[in-house]
């Protein structure tokens, strides 16, 4: 069973900027298309972003140009930059891992989740 550790949630005001990170011990992250998805209470959950083992990346509507994913293969580390948060965008956010070249933000496309981190967008 792959595992991740994920932080970097917190409580933000309005226009702030949060990092969220992904990180995995025993396996090697850069082999995964990795994605990032978020659900706040009575909601679905929702893809935000995720970039594919070749470096694709991909990203909802609601967060380009506000959010940008990123690899750090040499610290086994995904990233997730979040900037200009709005309240709606408070929610738990999850990395999850699936194997290939291709990322998809469709959460029955992973195999793996994370436990995930709270971000709170409030002032």
């Known amino acids: 069973q792959l595992q991740f550790v994920e932080s970097g949630g917190g409580l933000v005001q309005p226009g702030g900027s949060l990092r969220l990170s992904c990180t995995a011990s025993?396996?090697?992250?850069?082999?995964?298309?990795i994605g990032w998805f978020r659900q706040a209470p009575g909601k679905e959950r929702e893809g935000v972003s995720c970039?594919?083992?070749?470096?694709?990346?991909n990203y909802a509507d609601s967060v380009k140009g506000r959010f940008t994913i990123s690899r750090d293969n040499a610290k086994n580390t995904v990233y997730l930059q979040m900037n200009n948060l709005k309240p709606e965008d408070g929610a738990i956010y999850y990395c999850?891992?699936?194997?290939?070249?291709?990322?998809?933000?469709?959460?029955?496309?992973?195999?793996?989740w994370g436990q995930g981190t709270q971000v709170t967008v409030s002032s």
């Open positions: 025993e396996f090697r992250l850069d082999y995964y298309a």
């Open positions: 999850a891992a699936t194997p290939g070249f291709v990322c998809y933000r469709v959460a029955g496309a992973y195999n793996y």
């Open positions: 970039v594919s083992s070749n470096g694709n990346t």
